[in-house]
Every structure is written in C-alpha cells, then in structure tokens.
C-alpha cells in the first residue's frame, strides 16, 4: 500500500509536484493517492503562475541555478514534451545601467565558463537596428541578448499539467473545499492533514506546502518568507499594430521592467522589476502578505514609472491607456533562494516555496526535486541551498548581485493606493 499525499496550493510548484508524481504512479506507485487543493482550479486567479508569459532563460549569476535552467530549457525545447508548444523563443535582452551592470557582466561571465554559448554582448544602435520598433534611446544600458531564451504561456502549460495529472488519477479539489484554512496535527506535533473552509479535514501522510505568497497565513515561517506584489501592466493593439512588434525579443531592464512580444491575442505585457510589501494591510502582523483577492488597482508611482521606462525603449507605446492591470505576488526568501524543505520540528510536513520571482523556469523539472525531498534524498547541494533556515541576508541566487535591486516599496505608504479587490 503506498503513501497518501495532500499538496495546498495548485500554482507552479504544486503542480510541477503533482504531474512529477503522477508521472511515477502505477510504475514504481510510491503513493495510493495524490490530491491537490486549491482554493480555485487552475489557473488559479490569485497564483503568481497566472500570467500570460513568464521568462524562460539561463542567465544565472549563481552556477547552481544556471544549471538547473539550462536543464530547464531542455525541457521545454524538447519536441517529446509537453512543454514545447507552450514555449516561444523570442530571445531576450537582459539589460541593466549603473550599479546592475555587475548582475549582466556575471551571468555572461558564468555563461561562458559553464560553457553555455550563444548569447553576445549589443550596444543600444545595433538593438534599434535589428528591431526597428525598438526606437527607445536604452540610455547606458549595457546590454546582453541571449537568442536561446524565450517566453513560456505559464497559465496554458499548468492546465494541461494539471489535466495530464488528472488523467494519471490525481484528485483536484477546489472552492472552499480545497481552500484550506488549518493544518492538523497530532500529539507529537506531527503534521497529519489539514482542515478546509467548509470544514471538512482531510488526512494524509505527507502534506506538501505549495501555497506561494501566503503560505505564512498557515504556518509560522519564522521570517523566512516576504510576500512582494509586482506591478503588471498590459497594452492592447489592433493586429497590424502587433505584427510590428511580434518579433521583438522580450526586453528585461532588471532594475526597472520587462516588455514581452504581444501574444496571439495581440496583448503586450509590461511587468515593473519595483515590488511592493504588504504589512500594513497584512492578515498576520509583522509579515508581508498579500490581500485576499487579486488587486487591479496598481500603485499610480509604478505605472507612471512604468510609462517613463517605455519611453526608454518603445517610446510609441508610453501613453496607451492599460487594457488591464495587476498586482501579482509571489514570496521571497533573503537570498532569493527557494525553500524546498521538510519542516523541522514536524514530521509529515513539507514546503516548497520561495520562488523569489524567478521559478517559473523551472516548472518542469522541478517536481523531480520535489518528488526526492519527499522521499529524503534531495541532492545534497541542493538540499543545503534550499533548506529551512538556510537562506540568509547575503544573496546566493545572484552571486551577490541582487537580480531586482531596486527595494520594495510599502503598499501602505503609497499614496492613493487603496486595497481594493476586484472579482475573479
Ligand atoms: C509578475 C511576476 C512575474 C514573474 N516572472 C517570472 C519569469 O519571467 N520567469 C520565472 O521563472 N519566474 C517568474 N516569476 C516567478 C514565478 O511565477 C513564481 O516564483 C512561481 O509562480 C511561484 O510558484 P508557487 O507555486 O510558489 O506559487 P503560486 O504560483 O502563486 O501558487 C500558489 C497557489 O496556492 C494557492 N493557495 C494559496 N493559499 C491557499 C490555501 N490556503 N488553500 C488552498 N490553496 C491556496 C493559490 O490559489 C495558488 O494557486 C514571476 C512572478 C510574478 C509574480
């Protein structure tokens, strides 16, 4: 009889978790049941993972995640898989100015040494030459084009991982039966289900924390944790207005924003590299934690900085009214590191989460990681990088140089920003 296993939350590592396991059922069937509960089945509203793009790159200035990215995109190139025909290979320009010119010289640095090749070195002109759209002045930026990366469709691959894992005989549950409200354990402090919205409690020998920016409204994770809401913007073109722009690597300022190619429904997105905190609004006092629904209002500072970034690089798109717009949050870790671990003072119990804005990428391979933490046999360097208590002030993931630089801004100092929810 195998083991039973409960995963709270069906966002990028939930579900990378769930069809890692599914894909191992029936072979080796190390589990007799697999359920994943959410609040919302996927493509849940208020997951970091719902998004019409994510990056897929290697550029890493840690080897430790540089190699797991190039393993990544794999992965996602391979014809084999599922994941290729949600990947598009734009290229990307990973770019900074002033003080995060250290962050693109090492990831070209580390490129090379790794012996991963392709990506070179541009100035501003031969930019705004190969892509004429690109009119924007890209003052000072220094300028590294990577044609291997590419854009991921991230809500469209998660639902049909989740609906692969579906068939394979994992169970969703959803609504306020999938939302859970409590973990139970039992006298020894061992973790051994947990306790939904409509009150029903579900047992299980393994429970697996894959809860994103509000894990920390469950359990205690001791400061570990910081929830940050990152500003998206979209623009909507007409279709001859877009074709101009579909070729467009996705262009990735790191101290400012990101500008991807529009999708098929002509939509460009723009995401703001300047987070938010949320202590002020916070359901736990002294941590950052978003709100309960999926915000649309986003603070007026950033979307004005977000315009003054545009003209920076498609000035002809600066002033365009947004045709939508929200806050999307996801949780770091000090270090930027991931936080895959058992929990140690509850047996049963495991978190993976931390995704520090950069997890994405990893979505199919990391379920395979997951999959060996909950059987005790994570490699051991990553095991060490990504355990709990482990990640500390200094930054691993970006060997020093901090990958967003620019600090967080509190929610609640912003002024005219009100906590408003909109409806899913
Ligand atoms: C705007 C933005 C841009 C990003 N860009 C990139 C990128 O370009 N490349 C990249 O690699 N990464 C990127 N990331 C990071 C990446 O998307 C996240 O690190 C990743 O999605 C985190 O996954 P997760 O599973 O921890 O959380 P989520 O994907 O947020 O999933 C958490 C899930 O838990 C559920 N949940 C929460 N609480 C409960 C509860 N009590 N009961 C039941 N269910 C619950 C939620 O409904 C949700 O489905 C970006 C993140 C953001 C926000």
């Known amino acids: 009889m195998g083991k039973s296993i409960i995963i709270v939350g069906g966002g990028a590592f939930?579900?990378?978790?769930?069809?890692?396991?599914?894909?191992?059922?029936?072979?080796?069937?190390?589990?007799?049941?697999?359920?994943?509960?959410?609040?919302?089945?996927?493509?849940?509203?208020?997951?970091?993972?719902?998004?019409?793009?994510?990056?897929?790159?290697?550029?890493?200035?840690d080897p430790v995640y540089m190699q797991l990215a190039v393993q990544a995109l794999q992965a996602w190139t391979d014809p084999e898989a599922l994941f290729r025909k949600h990947f598009h290979r734009s290229g990307w320009l990973l770019c900074g100015s002033g003080d995060d010119v250290g962050f693109v010289e090492q990831s070209e640095e580390n490129a090379k040494l790794k012996g991963v090749h392709g990506a070179k070195f541009m100035v501003p002109d031969e930019v705004q030459s190969k892509w004429p759209v690109v009119k924007g002045p890209m003052k000072d930026w220094r300028i590294l084009s990577d044609p291997a990366a590419g854009w991921a469709a991230s809500s469209k691959v998660l639902v049909e991982m989740a609906q692969q894992s579906a068939g394979c005989g994992v169970g969703f549950i959803s609504g306020n039966a999938g939302h859970v409200r409590e973990?139970?354990?039992?006298?020894?402090?061992?973790?051994?289900?947990?306790?939904?919205?409509?009150?029903?409690?579900y047992e299980a020998d393994q429970v697996l924390l894959t809860t994103g920016a509000r894990t920390a409204c469950l359990i205690d994770m001791e400061g570990q944790l910081s929830a940050l809401g990152h500003t998206v913007c979209y623009i909507q073109l007409a279709?001859?207005?877009?074709?101009?722009?579909?070729?467009?690597?996705i262009i990735a300022d790191i101290g400012e924003a990101a500008v991807f190619a529009p999708d098929e429904n002509n939509v460009i997105k723009i995401a703001s590299s300047i987070f938010v905190t949320n202590f002020k609004y916070s359901p736990v006092s002294g941590v950052s934690l978003p709100g309960d629904l999926v915000e649309r209002t986003v603070p007026a500072v950033l979307q004005n900085r977000?315009?003054?970034?545009?003209?920076?690089?498609?000035?002809?798109?600066?002033?365009?009214?947004?045709?939508?717009?929200?806050?999307?949050?996801?949780?770091?870790?000090?270090?930027?590191?991931?936080?895959?671990?058992?929990?140690?003072?509850?047996?049963?119990?495991?978190?993976a989460t931390g995704?520090?804005?950069?997890?994405?990428?990893?979505?199919?391979?990391?379920?395979?990681?997951?999959?060996?933490?909950?059987?005790?046999?994570?490699?051991?360097?990553?095991?060490?990088?990504?355990?709990?208590?482990?990640?500390?002030?200094?930054?691993?993931?970006?060997?020093?140089?901090?990958?967003?630089?620019?600090?967080?801004?509190?929610?609640g100092d912003l002024l005219g920003w009100q906590p408003v929810t909109a409806k899913i």
């Open 183 to 201: 973990l139970l354990y039992d006298a020894y402090n061992a973790c051994i289900g947990v306790r939904t919205v409509d009150g029903t409690t």
């Open 14 to 61: 939930g579900i990378a978790t769930a069809w890692q396991l599914s894909q191992e059922l029936g072979t080796r069937s190390k589990y007799s049941s697999i359920r994943v509960l959410d609040r919302f089945l996927p493509p849940s509203p208020i997951a970091a993972s719902t998004d019409i793009n994510r990056i897929i790159r290697t550029e890493y200035a």
């Open 355 to 411: 995704g520090s804005g950069h997890a994405f990428k990893f979505v199919p391979i990391i379920g395979r990681y997951i999959s060996q933490l909950l059987d005790g046999a994570v490699p051991e360097n990553l095991e060490k990088q990504w355990k709990w208590g482990s990640s500390t002030a200094t930054s691993r993931e970006t060997g020093g140089k901090p990958m967003f630089p620019t600090p967080a801004l509190e929610l």
């Open 239 to 249: 279709r001859e207005e877009a074709d101009r722009y579909r070729h467009i690597p």
């Open 306 to 351: 977000l315009r003054g970034w545009l003209r920076q690089v498609l000035p002809e798109l600066a002033d365009r009214p947004w045709s939508d717009s929200k806050l999307c949050w996801d949780t770091d870790t000090p270090t930027h590191d991931f936080l895959i671990s058992s929990h140690p003072r509850h047996k049963g119990l495991f978190v």
